[in-house]
Nanobody
Framework: QVQLVESGGGLVQVGGSLRLSCAAS????????MGWFRQAPGKEREFVAG????????AYADSVKGRFTISRDNAKSTVYLQMNSLKPEDTAVYYC?????????????????WGQGTQVTVSS
């Protein structure tokens, strides 16, 4: 069992930056592929970024490539999402997710554990 707790969300102006953190419980964090998803009001939850257990493989949604960076620190059991050049369309609740396999993944059903989410609001 893995518990995930996100933090770092908030209100930011267009063009600004935020860094989200996701702290995971459990001693086997380093074995899990991790991901970030987001859900805007009235929309389905969508993939944002994923990272393999070692951090050696990452994947991004086209909408965030070049602006967002996913990383992890296995010693701290934490995964991060650095978000730069934020746009109003990035406004959403951001969720951290873990999967019981070491590779990264891009679809919802490939993840087994979810955090409670953190709100990111980008104002224009």
């Amino acid at each position: 069992q893995v518990q995930l707790v996100e933090s770092g969300g908030g209100l930011v102006q267009v063009g600004g930056s935020l860094r989200l953190s996701c702290a995971a419980s459990g001693r086997t964090f380093r074995r899990y592929g991790m991901g970030w998803f987001r859900q805007a009001p009235g929309k389905e939850r969508e993939f944002v970024a994923g990272i393999s257990w070692s951090g050696g493989s990452t994947a991004y949604a086209d909408s965030v490539k070049g602006r967002f960076t996913i990383s992890r620190d296995n010693a701290k059991s934490t995964v991060y999402l650095q978000m730069n050049s934020l746009k109003p369309e990035d406004t959403a609740v951001y969720y951290c997710a873990a999967r019981g396999r070491p590779g990264s993944a891009t679809t919802l059903y490939e993840y087994d554990y979810w955090g409670q989410g953190t709100q990111v609001t980008v104002s224009s």
